[in-house]
């Protein structure tokens, strides 16, 4: 794909309009970032990261319905590192959840959790989802797992063990 050069060109050209795009929206200058990255995705329709990096300002701006093509373009294939793609489903799963499109929300963070399973927020959301979905127990269970086994606060430690014991069975007596 190399024509006499001008990729390389396009790839840092590239390169320093992400940064400065991802930097302008760290910075609170959201819209300006929009811009510049819509811009990008246009030039370089294939570019996962770019599509990653679309929507999350999109998403940033309360601009839900238009993130999610390009979170659902920036999973369809390779190019994101593992922490970019754990972003995104989490950023997709939560998208549709806002949208109402709570069915696609669970399947999408279900198979999140499943590719990424010690991912807390992932969980979590997903509980949420679950819970839209008419899911309530199994949100509480996996609501209840979660927090036994990652809260540190003392008050909790001391009953992990029964937390964890009606994690699996809520209706349970003793």
């Known amino acids: 794909m190399d024509m006499g050069g001008v990729d ?11 940064a400065e795009a991802i930097r302008l929206r760290e910075a609170g200058r959201r ?17 996962a990261e770019v599509a990653y990096q679309t929507a999350w300002v999109h998403d940033t701006l309360g601009l839900e319905a238009e993130a999610v093509p390009y979170y659902e373009h920036a999973l ?14 989490l950023g997709l799963g939560s998208t549709y959840r806002t949208l109402g499109r709570y069915e696609n929300a669970v399947t999408t963070l279900t198979d999140a959790v499943n590719e990424f399973p010690d991912d807390a927020a992932l969980k979590t959301f997903l509980a949420m989802a679950l819970y839209n979905t008419g899911r309530a127990h199994e949100a509480m269970r996996m609501l209840l797992t979660l927090l036994a086994a990652t809260s540190s606060a003392p008050e909790i430690a001391g009953y992990r063990s029964a937390i964890e ?10």
């Open 31 to 47: 819209e300006e970032a929009k811009e510049q990255l819509v811009a990008l995705a246009e030039h370089f329709p294939h570019d």
């Open 76 to 89: 369809e294939g390779p190019g994101l590192t593992e922490d970019d793609r754990r972003g995104a489903l």
């Open 8 to 18: 390389r060109v396009d790839d840092l050209e590239r390169d320093e309009a992400l």
């Open 165 to 174: 014991f009606y994690a699996k069975d809520l209706d349970a007596t003793t």
